[in-house]
């Protein structure tokens, strides 16, 4: 019989986050492909599990496949874990896993803690569509064309950051136009010293320049559509717009002889106008005399 590849979220923080199938799904693994393992055996340790484990990472993950393989047509299941979080998810494991299914071998889950929609969860912030970037690139030109797509997409977008970088990635945003933005920074989520903020892009830089940054983070930021509904500049623009298109409308009403106070009625309807602007409308129109005439 075939084995299984079962991927196992570990907890981002709290170790009681770690749910009783997750430990039972560990205690009937023949091997535990992991990041390090040395934060996997204090994990093994305090469930009170004594499982092989072979380090799996970003260093070794080519190489490891065909031994995994070759494990899993010997009947094995093999876990995978990352130290933290969903294994697969910003963390070494997709090449793995395209590997094990291309072969046909079953791949399983065990979902659970993960920092990227912990976060979402707390951030206010849309949660009907959203985007997960990850890490950007430490510099260079990928992370400048990531961070200028980042500033036109509609929707949330989470971001991590080291605390070593946090401070530049917060000026990166606001030097591409994003200062206004609201941002939830989730820093330490589920472990003692778990905070949460929401502020503004440019007021996060003004916070951290008085404030020791220690832990991960993770940033959840507010997308282009969200942003433009509520800002000041998207409803006078809303409202221009809006009354070009109801003066459109009453100039082709009235060029064909229709009754004046019924245009103007059907306009304020229609373009959600008070009479006042609907008849400040009609006056200016009647004014111009090459419509008129």
């Known amino acids: 019989m075939d084995g299984t590849l079962v991927l196992i979220a570990t907890p981002i923080g709290n170790p009681d986050d770690f749910s009783p199938r997750a430990a039972a799904m560990l205690a009937a693994s023949d091997l535990v492909l992991c990041e390090d393992t040395r934060v996997t055996g204090r994990l093994l340790a305090a469930l009170g599990l004594s499982k092989p484990c072979l380090s799996y990472h970003d260093h070794n993950e080519v190489r490891r496949i065909e031994p995994v393989l070759e494990r899993l047509r010997e009947g094995e299941t093999i876990a995978l874990v990352s130290d933290a979080g969903m294994p697969a998810v910003s963390d070494p494991g997709q090449r793995l896993v395209a590997a094990v299914a291309a072969q046909g071998f079953r791949v399983s889950v065990i979902p659970g803690p993960s920092a990227s929609l912990a976060a979402l969860a707390v951030s206010g912030l849309d949660t009907a569509r959203f985007y997960f970037e990850g890490f950007l690139a430490p510099k ?11 500033k036109h997409f509609p929707d949330t977008f989470i971001l991590y950051e080291a605390p070593h970088r946090l401070e530049k990635t917060l000026a990166d945003l606001e030097a591409a136009g994003l200062g206004p933005r609201k941002l939830a920074i989730c820093r330490e989520l589920t472990k003692r010293y778990e905070e949460v903020l929401y502020l503004t ?54 060029a064909a002889d229709e009754n004046k106070s019924d245009v103007r009625r059907e ?3 229609r373009f959600g106008l008070s009479r006042n602007e609907a008849y400040r409308i009609t006056v200016e129109l009647e004014a111009d005399s090459d419509m008129l005439e």
């Open 140 to 150: 260079g030109t990928d992370r400048e064309t990531r961070i200028a797509y980042l």
């Open 201 to 254: 892009v440019a007021e996060a830089i003004s916070h951290y320049r008085d404030t020791a940054i220690r832990g991960e983070f993770v940033l959840v930021v507010e997308g282009e559509s969200e942003y433009l509904r509520r800002s000041p500049e998207k409803r006078q623009a809303d409202k221009v717009r809006q009354t070009e298109d109801a003066r459109q409308f009453m100039r082709d009403r009235l």
């Open 267 to 269: 306009a304020a309807a």
